[in-house]
């Protein structure tokens, strides 16, 4: 895929600076769909180990009993809704929630990893980040920006 005047934006994790690095076409690479796995990550990341991810097998009575408590977000996988002419939706949910990031083409890979990460970030007064860790400086460095610059 190509993307023209796609620019890339770092974000300083040292502070909040932001600069623009030329452009390239990144790819979210896939991660694999292992609770497990999400929660080392999202651990490393920052998130607080007194949480994790767990699977669930079905959305019944009987299988949701299973999920141990509390449980502060559900990843559900499904196809993008589109409008009749075929293009995804235009709804803004940042007005829903504190904290939302876009999920752009180039993040087609990490739409888990967009989940969790609307799941902790809206969290916040149950999950603690580490101080200083990568997900507490990129709640900082990107309080004041847009969904779609996030």
């Not at 694999?32 to 994790?52: A, C, K, R, V």
């Not at 580490?130 to 847009?146: A, P, W, Y």
């Amino acid at each position: 895929r190509e993307f023209p005047n796609k620019k890339l934006l770092r974000v300083n994790m040292e502070g909040a600076d932001q600069t623009e690095i030329e452009d390239k076409e990144y790819q979210w690479p896939p991660l694999e769909s292992d609770p497990q796995i999400f929660t080392d990550y999202l651990t490393n990341l920052g998130m607080s180990s007194e949480w994790h991810v767990c699977e669930i097998f079905g959305m019944d009575d009987d299988c949701l009993s299973f999920v141990p408590k509390p449980c502060i977000g559900v990843i559900v996988t499904f196809n993008r809704n589109t409008r009749d002419d075929g293009k995804p939706g235009l709804g803004d949910d940042s007005q829903i929630v504190p904290f939302y990031m876009k999920q752009t083409g180039t993040l087609d890979n990490a739409c888990g990893i967009v989940a969790s990460l609307h799941a902790i970030l809206n969290n916040q007064s149950e999950i603690n980040l580490l101080e200083n860790s990568i997900l507490d400086r990129f709640v900082i460095g990107t309080k004041e920006l847009t969904p779609a610059e996030r």
